[in-house]
């Protein structure tokens, strides 16, 4: 595990660098999320504003606050559509994207929250066979 951490989107235009000690690592099951990543659930690290280093591809990172919602945002590449970090609306924590991440955090998930809310299918795959690539 390291205090600098690369990353980024699928494509490669956006690339940074996180630097020192994320505070929070929360899987998020809310509906919200779940519309977010196409998933059950966000993997989301929560680190210091100023603990990023942008490399490249800023140009291409769109921000979508959503109006009704307090704390709520998404910002992803518009040219992979891949999350990628941003500042929180109270400006308090940079959110980082676990899947952004190129390496080994110096953190784990610390909480499941918005546990309520988690797919009805989302128990059923935790069981479901495994395979180390698609199954024939």
């Not at 990353?7 to 996180?18: A, I, N, P």
């Not at 994207?97 to 955090?105: D, R, V």
């Amino acid at each position: 595990m390291t205090d600098k951490i690369s990353g980024s989107c699928l494509c490669g235009k956006v690339r940074s660098t996180v630097t020192g000690e994320f505070q929070r690592f929360y899987q998020c099951y809310c509906d919200r999320c779940q519309k977010k990543t196409g998933s059950a659930f966000a993997s989301l690290m929560f680190t210091a504003p100023d603990n990023i280093e942008w490399h490249s591809g800023q140009e291409y990172i769109k921000r979508f606050d959503l109006p009704n919602a307090v704390r709520f945002s998404n910002c992803f590449c518009t040219e992979c559509g891949s999350q990628v970090p941003y500042l929180s609306r109270d400006g308090a924590f940079l959110v980082v994207p676990a899947g952004y991440m190129e390496g080994e955090p110096n953190i784990r998930p610390s909480a499941n929250i918005f546990w309520d809310e988690r797919p009805c299918w989302f128990d059923e795959g935790k069981i479901a066979p495994t395979f180390k690539t698609y199954p024939e």
